[in-house]
């Protein structure tokens, strides 16, 4: 009987605590995080994003600053509106939402905000670190993937972990954060001969890819853990809108030794994975302790 791991219930438990470490900074350092989010444009799945980011800020204690920029904005209009929030004390973290419109460059833009406020760990420099296996802020969606994992399997050291999907965002975080837990990584593409067979070796098998059900039950090794980052929208055979992950749920659940259901697996974390990277920059702008509540 394959395990479900409860995203929900995870990312609620860390933001408790960091609506505790939040509380703690306020009463001995009188230190009011704040998270800056900037959204250019009306793409409806990043107004829902932004909107949610918004509310959990808040929700734990936190201050919000919503900039929302028409999609007509130019690349050095958003620079300038950066850089002012690279200068703002109460912004302890900035996080632009991607994708940006096709004149702007997103690339420019992530490395123009501070390294130290970057919450999102998108910035070269971070990126960078990463990859040598050194202190940096950890991109949030692979950071809440290795707390799923952790809670699941008591050590990843040794263990073969593929990772299908290769984005900078997602897939090369990932695998850099399971290389540094000793896992024997592979990271399989679009490109890759023969996937199923790839994936068949996997003990811990993640698929961020962005194709609606790809990865079939028969693809999984018996009792293999299974973390599916996708997000799709589809229209079932019913004519209903649906959430449905890179995996096909109902096949693979039946061979799985633990699995993330979408909704409710890897997406919550994201959001309390941001707010924690949010208090640990704040915590090393302002050189404090970091609430113990909050590692
Ligand atoms: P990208 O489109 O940037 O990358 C997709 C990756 O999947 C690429 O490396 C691509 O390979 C690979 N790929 C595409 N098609 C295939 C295929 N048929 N076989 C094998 N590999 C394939 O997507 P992201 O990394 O940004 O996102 C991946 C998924 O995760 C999406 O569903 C997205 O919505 C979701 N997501 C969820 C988040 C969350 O909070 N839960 C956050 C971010 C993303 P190649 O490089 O060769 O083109």
Redesign the pocket.
């Known amino acids: 009987m394959s395990t479900v791991i409860d995203g929900k219930a995870l990312a609620e438990a860390l933001r408790s605590r960091m609506k505790q470490a939040v509380s703690e900074l306020q009463a001995e350092h009188d230190i009011v995080p704040g998270l800056a989010v900037v959204l250019v444009g009306e793409n409806p799945a990043s107004q829902i994003y932004v909107k949610s980011k918004a509310r959990q800020t808040v929700e734990i204690g936190m201050q919000s600053f919503e900039h929302r920029l028409p999609e007509s904005t130019s690349e050095d209009d958003l620079v300038q509106l950066i850089e002012e929030l690279n200068h703002k004390p109460q912004v302890n973290g900035i996080l632009v939402q991607l994708p940006l419109p096709a004149q702007i460059n997103s690339e420019r833009i992530i490395n123009t905000i501070n390294v130290n406020k970057d919450v999102d760990g998108f910035h070269v420099e971070n990126t960078g670190r990463l990859s040598i296996g050194s202190d940096s802020l950890i991109p949030?969606?692979p950071a809440?993937c290795l707390i799923l994992l952790k809670q699941t399997i008591d050590d990843l050291t040794g263990k073969n972990a593929v990772i299908?999907?290769?984005?900078?965002?997602?897939?090369k975080p990932i695998a850099q954060l399971l290389l540094k837990e000793h896992c024997t990584v592979t990271i399989?593409?679009?490109?890759?001969r023969d996937?199923p067979s790839v994936c068949r070796q996997a003990d811990i098998l993640i698929?961020?890819?962005?194709?609606p059900e790809?990865v079939k039950g028969d693809w999984v090794k018996p009792g293999a853990t299974v973390i599916d980052?996708?997000?799709?929208r589809i229209t079932d055979s019913s004519g209903k809108n649906k959430l449905v992950?890179?995996v096909h749920y109902a096949s693979a659940s039946q061979v799985t030794g633990a699995i993330t259901p979408v909704p409710g697996?890897?997406?919550p974390?994201?959001?309390a994975c941001l707010l924690q990277n949010t208090i640990i920059a704040t915590c090393r702008q302002r050189r404090v302790k970091l609430p113990e509540v909050t590692t």
């Open positions: 949030c969606t809440g299908v999907g290769r984005s900078n965002i997602v897939g399989a593409h679009s490109r890759t996937l698929a961020a890819v962005g194709v790809m980052v996708g997000i799709n992950g890179d697996g890897v997406g974390m994201t959001i």
